[in-house]
């Protein structure tokens, strides 16, 4: 069975810096990505960054990044110079060869100005 | 490009009616697929379609079903509604079959109240 459990039900940051929000995951797909969502209150999901499993090096896109630790299934999401638009609820999640993606419970983000 | 899209965006139901939800994919999008996310949980796959056919489904029961029609759209049906059906339905679209290819692009939901 494929987990993903993310530990912070709620985190705060201060605008302008930086946060991570933590995620593991067990899955049994040799071959599978990692996902962060981000679903603000208008619902929508919205790709933040993704990471395949086989590369080593981490992804980045703007002021997103991520630290894929495969061998302890870890996936945590830093947010550097945290903008009041960052403020959202963040989901991580793992998928394989299908369109099934597993979610965890997600995580609140604060942005405090 | 339009995203994905849903209708309607708000429904309220009474306890044993039965819903039709739409979802209309991307342009060039084959693949949709369905999720519930219950308030305060992550999403939970229901359906997915490829190329007009079941591809995959989750825990649900077969009050459950979807289809896909030849322009990709889908529609998910619930029959005999119960008061936890009350959730907000994804639709998601991806070019191909799987993850691996490309990501979900999600549209904004049909927040469905079963009262």
């Known amino acids: 069975a494929q987990t993903v459990t993310q530990s912070q039900p709620e985190m705060s940051v201060q605008e302008a810096e930086t946060v991570t929000l933590s995620c593991t995951y067990d899955t049994s797909e040799s071959d599978y990505y990692l996902f962060w969502y981000k679903q603000p209150p208008s619902r929508q999901m919205i790709l933040v960054i993704r990471?395949?499993?086989?590369?080593?090096q981490n992804a980045t896109e703007n002021r997103f990044s991520v630290n894929f630790q495969k061998a302890a299934k870890s996936f945590s999401l830093k947010i550097s110079d945290s903008q009041l638009g960052d403020a959202a609820m963040y989901f991580c999640?793992?998928?394989?060869?299908?369109?099934?993606?597993?979610f965890g419970t997600g995580t609140l983000l604060a942005v405090q100005p | 490009d339009a995203g994905v899209t849903q209708s309607p965006t708000h429904l309220i139901k009474t306890r044993g009616q039965q819903v039709t939800l739409r979802c209309s994919p991307i342009s060039g999008h084959k693949s949709v697929s369905w999720y519930q996310q219950v308030l305060g949980q992550g999403p939970q796959f229901i359906f997915q379609y490829y190329e007009k056919e079941e591809r995959g489904r989750g825990n649900f029961p077969d009050r459950f079903s979807a289809r896909q029609f030849p322009n990709y759209s889908s529609e998910l049906n619930v029959n005999a509604l119960l008061l936890g059906d009350s959730a907000l339905y994804l639709c998601?679209?991806?070019?191909?079959?799987?993850?691996?290819?490309?990501?979900?692009?999600f549209g904004n939901g049909t927040r469905l109240t079963v009262t």
């Open positions: 999640a793992s998928g394989g060869a299908t369109n099934k993606l597993i």
């Open positions: 998601a679209s991806s070019p191909g079959r799987g993850l691996l290819q490309s990501p979900l692009h």
């Open positions: 990471q395949e499993a086989y590369k080593q």
